[in-house]
């Protein structure tokens, strides 16, 4: 079974995501099976030495009744789920990617606006439907255009140069690229499928970017500017980057707030621990944004909504937290209240009967460590896997689980 095999790939060494960042990257596999890529393949990829990530491999179909599909691969980064995934399309060899496509880039790099408005409710499926939808009003890819001058190992050929920013160098032999391709390939042991061939050898890209340039320069005088770089290397540089990925800039009236709250006078907390809290207070704002802070009883508290998918439908948790006058050192303690007509579900392993939640996070918390934006990320991981509510049952009937439930969080020694 898929759910069994893609545990077992989560479970593997070297990953760098925590146990629920895992829970929530599984149930958006399942999902993602069970409603669009059943033959859906993992895989894991190695990004420095000591760094891998998880890749899922698979199909979109799109167009009229799904008869068309393109293959994509889709890079868990350690942020996952509270950043988007890196998403690429692979398109035909006989094929190139359309020019000044609003979805994805010239490298196979997919911009699709859902990526870029990421957001905690966002998941596969959602991805998954934007991108069909998408690529069935506008194909991504083109049949480049030789008028039938080229062989389809030629073509081939001529496509690595598309792909990677040398249009002008095919076009400059006024359609006839044969002279130029047949140039570089001199320059190569014969070989049954030579594009293919330079595609999967390492560095075989560049290499063969570097003497199409120098072919074109020395046979035909013909000197180029410099290009985007290959699609392999656009690849492996976003994924070597991932560490440095910019943060979400906090709008100035946030910093403003935050400055107001922990400049109130009467605050309980130690002015040794208000520069954490002020980190801790702007990270949690730079990824939920909507959230609120308040001052009560000298204690500072946050409320607003925590969304979490199941079976990619989203649901919302209202949130209250207080930070206790010990916090960051002293752990929060969390319950969870059900609204009149729910009730917390039986046998729940992180949630008792009576509404506290005993997350492992909350246990080990280390003031060094822990902080607000873990907190919540664990919290909603588990309630995507095990929501924590039901409909009280009525004349005897048991109902589904609600669309909201209310949270409730406190900080103390």
Same mark, same amino acid.
């Given at each position: 079974?898929?759910?069994?095999?893609?545990? &077992?790939?989560?479970?593997?060494?070297?990953?760098?995501? =925590? =146990?629920?960042?895992?829970?929530?990257?599984?149930?958006?596999?399942?999902?993602?099976?069970?409603?669009?890529?059943?033959?859906?393949?993992?895989?894991?990829?190695?990004?420095?030495?000591?760094?891998?990530?998880?890749?899922?491999?698979?199909?979109?179909?799109?167009?009229?009744?799904?008869?068309?599909?393109?293959?994509?691969?889709?890079?868990?980064? &350690?942020?996952?789920?509270?950043?988007?995934?890196?998403?690429?399309?692979?398109?035909?060899?006989?094929?190139?990617?359309?020019?000044? =496509?609003?979805?994805?880039?010239?490298?196979?790099?997919?911009?699709?606006?859902?990526?870029?408005?990421?957001?905690?409710?966002?998941?596969?499926?959602?991805?998954?439907?934007?991108?069909?939808?998408?690529?069935?009003?506008? &194909?991504?890819?083109?049949?480049?255009?030789?008028?039938?001058?080229?062989?389809?190992?030629?073509?081939?050929?001529?496509?690595?140069?598309?792909?990677?920013?040398?249009?002008?160098?095919?076009?400059?032999?006024?359609?006839?690229?044969?002279?130029?391709?047949?140039?570089?390939?001199?320059?190569?042991?014969?070989?049954?499928?030579?594009?293919?061939?330079?595609?999967?050898?390492?560095?075989?890209?560049?290499?063969?970017?570097k003497i199409a340039k120098d072919t074109a320069r020395k046979k035909f005088g013909i000197q180029l500017p410099g290009t985007h770089g290959c699609r392999q290397a656009d690849q492996m540089s976003s994924l070597h980057s991932i560490h440095?990925?910019?943060?979400?800039?906090?709008?100035?009236?946030?910093?403003?707030?935050?400055?107001?709250?922990?400049?109130?006078?009467?605050?309980?907390? =130690?002015?040794?621990?208000?520069?954490?809290?002020?980190?801790?207070?702007?990270?949690?704002?730079?990824?939920?944004?909507?959230?609120?802070?308040?001052?009560?009883?000298?204690?500072?508290?946050?409320?607003?909504?925590?969304?979490?998918?199941?079976?990619?439908?989203?649901?919302?948790?209202?949130?209250?937290?207080?930070?206790?006058?010990?916090?960051?050192?002293?752990?929060?303690?969390?319950?969870?209240?059900?609204?009149?007509?729910?009730?917390?579900?039986?046998?729940?392993?992180?949630?008792?009967?009576?509404?506290?939640?005993?997350?492992?996070?909350?246990?080990?918390?280390?003031?060094?460590?822990?902080?607000?934006?873990?907190?919540?990320?664990?919290?909603?991981?588990?309630?995507?896997?095990?929501?924590?509510?039901?409909?009280?049952?009525?004349?005897?009937?048991?109902?589904?689980?609600? &669309?909201?439930?209310?949270?409730?969080?406190?900080?103390?020694?």
């Amino acid at each position: 079974m898929f759910s069994n095999s893609a545990l &077992e790939m989560l479970s593997s060494s070297g990953l760098p995501y =925590d =146990d629920y960042t895992k829970g929530f990257i599984l149930q958006h596999l399942l999902d993602l099976v069970l409603d669009f890529i059943p033959q859906l393949q993992l895989k894991i990829v190695p990004v420095t030495d000591s760094y891998n990530l998880l890749q899922a491999n698979g199909k979109i179909c799109y167009g009229d009744r799904n008869r068309y599909n393109i293959p994509v691969i889709i890079y868990f980064l &350690e942020s996952y789920p509270r950043r988007p995934p890196n998403v690429w399309v692979n398109c035909p060899d006989d094929t190139i990617i359309r020019e000044c =496509d609003q979805c994805v880039a010239s490298s196979g790099e997919v911009t699709h606006p859902y990526l870029r408005d990421w957001c905690q409710s966002s998941n596969l499926v959602y991805l998954v439907m934007q991108l069909s939808d998408a690529f069935s009003r506008k &194909e991504p890819f083109a049949v480049p255009n030789f008028d039938g001058r080229l062989s389809l190992e030629k073509t081939k050929l001529a496509k690595i140069l598309i792909d990677n920013g040398l249009n002008a160098l095919l076009w400059a032999f006024n359609g006839d690229p044969n002279p130029l391709i047949d140039q570089i390939t001199c320059r190569y042991p014969r070989h049954p499928d030579l594009a293919s061939h330079i595609k999967t050898k390492d560095g075989g890209v560049e290499a063969f970017i570097k003497i199409a340039k120098d072919t074109a320069r020395k046979k035909f005088g013909i000197q180029l500017p410099g290009t985007h770089g290959c699609r392999q290397a656009d690849q492996m540089s976003s994924l070597h980057s991932i560490h440095d990925l910019p943060q979400q800039e906090i709008p100035p009236a946030v910093n403003i707030r935050i400055s107001n709250l922990l400049s109130r006078q009467g605050l309980l907390y =130690d002015d040794s621990t208000k520069e954490s809290i002020r980190q801790h207070l702007f990270d949690l704002l730079r990824d939920y944004p909507w959230l609120e802070g308040h001052v009560n009883d000298n204690l500072i508290n946050v409320d607003g909504v925590i969304p979490y998918s199941v079976h990619g439908k989203i649901y919302s948790v209202p949130v209250i937290i207080w930070l206790h006058e010990s916090y960051p050192v002293g752990r929060p303690r969390v319950w969870v209240d059900s609204p009149n007509n729910h009730v917390i579900m039986q046998n729940l392993v992180y949630v008792a009967p009576s509404g506290m939640v005993c997350l492992p996070y909350l246990q080990n918390w280390d003031r060094f460590k822990s902080n607000l934006v873990g907190l919540i990320s664990h919290l909603s991981a588990e309630f995507t896997c095990q929501p924590p509510f039901t409909t009280r049952p009525r004349y005897g009937m048991s109902s589904l689980s609600p &669309e909201f439930c209310i949270l409730y969080v406190f900080v103390y020694a």
